[in-house]
Nanobody
Framework: QVQLVESGGGLVQPGGSLRLSCAAS????????MYWYRQAPGKERELVAG???????TYVDSVKGRFTISRDNAKNTLYLQMNRLKPEDTAVYYC?????????WGQGTQVTVSS
């Protein structure tokens, strides 16, 4: 069983930055895709960003130019650098990783953007 542990969430003012981390209990090089999702109160969970094994990336339109997803396979860790944060970015952020046979979720980390 693979464990994913997110960290780095917190309270930040609008315009501020946070970096989320997702540490995996197995080699992240085995994941064919690694993703960040988020879920705001009363809303469905949405894909925020993804990165494949060849390092190609994808972003939801609302975060393009502000968020950057990256992976460090030597540290078995996925990152999400979030800049110029807005109140509408407030949500629980989840790490999601895929192998060819399985899918795994972290427990989530709360990000709150408020003055």
């Amino acid at each position: 069983q693979v464990q994913l542990v997110e960290s780095g969430g917190g309270l930040v003012q609008p315009g501020g930055s946070l970096r989320l981390s997702c540490a995996a209990s197995r080699s992240s090089g085995s994941f064919i895709g690694m993703y960040w999702y988020r879920q705001a109160p009363g809303k469905e969970r949405e894909l925020v960003a993804g990165i494949s094994s060849d390092a190609s990336t994808t972003y939801v339109d609302s975060v393009k130019g502000r968020f950057t997803i990256s992976r460090d396979n030597a540290k078995n860790t996925l990152y999400l650098q979030m800049n110029r944060l807005k109140p509408e970015d407030t949500a629980v952020y989840y790490c999601h990783c895929l192998t060819r046979l399985n899918a795994y979720w972290g427990q989530g980390t709360q990000v709150t953007v408020s003055s």
